[in-house]
């Protein structure tokens, strides 16, 4: 079937005009949203709600999306009126970006996925290629500046980072099995670091705060903290001190039901061991 001419409904309303646009796309094809999640790795309920105009979903959503109906870019432009400000999401990440580069000391929850400050290679490539939509040149060059923010963690200045994560992140393996044990084998390298803390929230734990929200409290020279609050779809620098310390409070309470960092190092060397004997991949 031919690629439907996409027209930008400059006469309605941007964000009405985009979930309209995102249905129309789908129906064409034949696709429910279960077909459509299965085929682009994302959970059917979130273009659900795109296609509701409940939310207008992340760049990287609708970058995918865009490669997939084969609409060259004409999704994102759609995108970029519907959020306002197209300039709005890249700018509060540079400012995270120079928050992070200035911080002494970095704390972080990750619920679903491995920290960029610890991801090899291979889990940035897989995961930019897969969620993110790059491919080609602008693949390798984000996979490069991802590798380059590693440096954050070395050197005598280094800032100390603790990062929790959720037995989920150890269970969702990378299809290759060497690179997934190449992973895992860098995490027991970087949790061996003076200034690196890695610890494990297992399953047993049960439900708990910040189950489903990615954050890094990031701690200046000038002793205040912020955080960067991230989901599948954006992110936010959250300063406002009542906001960041309510955040501080969950999170504590998850440190609480962690693992202590060498018990932490003992489950993630089981779960290399169980990928080294698990049949390739």
């Not at 959503?61 to 865009?66: R, S, T």
């Not at 390298?189 to 890695?198: A, D, E, K, L, P």
């Not at 960067?228 to 969950?250: C, F, M, P």
Request: hydrophobic share 40%.
């Amino acid at each position: 079937m031919p690629t439907r001419r996409v027209v930008t409904g400059r006469s309605q309303e941007p964000r009405k005009r985009f979930a309209e646009e995102l249905k129309l796309l789908r129906t064409d094809r034949g696709l429910s949203l279960r077909k459509l999640g299965e085929a682009l790795g994302w959970d059917w309920s979130l273009f659900s709600k795109m296609e509701k105009g409940e939310t207008v979903g992340g760049p990287e959503v609708v970058q995918a999306l865009d490669q997939y109906y084969g609409t060259a870019t004409t999704l994102l432009a759609l995108w970029e009126l519907a959020v306002g400000d197209p300039t709005q999401f890249k700018e509060r990440y540079r400012r995270y970006m120079t928050l992070e580069a200035e911080a002494i000391s970095l704390w972080h929850f990750a619920p679903y996925l491995l920290p960029g400050l610890l991801q090899t290679d291979n889990y940035a490539r897989t995961l930019m290629g897969w969620a993110g939509g790059f491919e080609g040149d602008e693949l390798t060059r984000q996979v490069e500046a991802r590798s380059g923010r590693r440096a954050l963690l070395e050197g005598e200045n280094a800032p100390v980072f603790r990062t929790i994560l959720s037995e989920t992140v150890l269970r969702t393996p990378l299809p290759v099995r060497a690179q997934w044990q190449e992973q895992l084998e860098w995490l027991l390298t970087t949790s061996g670091r003076r200034n690196v803390v890695i610890q494990v929230v297992p399953h047993s734990a049960g439900l708990y705060g910040l189950a489903n929200t990615d954050v890094m409290f990031l701690k200046p020279t000038d002793g205040r903290t912020v955080a960067w609050v991230e989901t599948s779809y954006s992110g936010e620098v959250v300063e406002e001190t009542a906001a960041v310390d309510r955040l501080q409070h969950r999170y504590d309470l998850v440190r609480d039901l962690a693992l202590s960092p060498a018990d932490s190092r003992k489950f993630i060397q089981r779960m290399l061991e169980e990928a080294s004997c698990e049949p390739s991949i």
